[in-house]
């Protein structure tokens, strides 16, 4: 056995795993990341970041990005790995221990009762559940004297809410890509997964074999029989009708994305400025 071949089985998972991001995936998901944060600004020198790890695919992607991109750092910042733990089971919170080691993500966890107090709501429990968790965070994050947190919602996340606001909401708005904290003074929240394709995540998944948590809380436990769709049935069909729509025009998820870039505010009837609402009236 030569020495360049020992050198390769003696390479741990998570080196094989960063060789990948940097040669395999690099230009589906590395560039997207970095591109991300350069458009949206999404990093500055001495910012100390909050890695918000859920224990699903995109976060814990996340996590390995980032550390990615610190290695080309043009400016100094600082990285925390944060983990909620909202009431898992002993087994999902022992995979995300699990996964973490794996893939060398240092990774802080904390506990609170959330999954206890949603149980008992009737309406919108997974709304409460992503406010409260948010919440969490912000706290935790603060906490360990960061100033931002940075959230794993990639591309396909932005365009399913940009339709769900226009189908069920009526109403035209979008997952932004940072957002200053309203009860959390000095906080703020990025998105640098934003031009990241839910696919190439998937792919990147299944290409080192590794298995994440979905959605572990007790109102989706019941997923295999079928129930999981009282919670998450618009956000489902709007991905379904995405998939319909591409058939037909292959540009169709570009051009809703692109659509929140391209208002027109001279043919908008009203719209909301900072809870202010104005209407065409005003300067007709």
Request: proline share 3%; with cysteine; net charge neutral.
């Amino acid at each position: 056995m030569t020495d360049q071949n020992h050198e390769r089985q003696e390479k741990p998972f998570y080196a094989e795993v960063e060789e990948g991001i940097r040669k395999t995936f690099h230009k589906r998901l590395f560039s997207k990341f970095a591109k991300a944060i350069k458009t949206y600004e999404l990093i500055q020198p001495n910012d100390r970041i909050a890695v918000c790890i859920s224990g699903g695919k995109d976060s814990m992607l996340m996590a390995k990005l980032f550390q990615e991109i610190q290695r080309h750092r043009k400016v100094p910042f600082e990285l925390e790995f944060i983990v909620m733990d909202p009431g898992y089971t002993s087994a999902n919170r022992r995979q995300i221990e699990e996964n973490a080691a794996k893939l060398n993500v240092p990774v802080t966890i904390f506990e609170s009762d959330i999954f206890n107090i949603v149980f008992e709501e009737d309406h919108s429990p997974c709304y409460l559940c992503a406010r409260m968790r948010r919440g969490h965070l912000y706290s935790k994050a603060k906490e360990l004297g960061c100033n931002k947190i940075a959230l794993g919602h990639h591309y396909d996340d932005v365009i399913e809410t940009i339709l769900m606001g226009m189908l069920y909401g009526a109403q035209i708005q979008t997952m932004m890509p940072k957002l200053h904290s309203t009860n959390f003074e000095g906080m703020e929240l990025i998105r640098p997964m934003y031009l990241i394709r839910e696919e190439d995540i998937i792919a990147w998944r299944d290409a080192n074999q590794l298995r994440f948590l979905q959605c572990a809380c007790r109102f989706t436990e019941q997923c295999h029989l079928g129930q999981s769709e009282i919670y998450d049935s618009k956000r489902l069909e709007t991905k379904m009708l995405i998939k319909e729509l591409k058939k037909t025009n292959p540009f169709v998820e570009g051009n809703i994305f692109k659509s929140v870039e391209n208002v027109n505010l001279d043919t908008v009837i009203g719209y909301k400025q900072k809870q202010i609402r104005h209407s065409f009236l005003e300067e007709y």
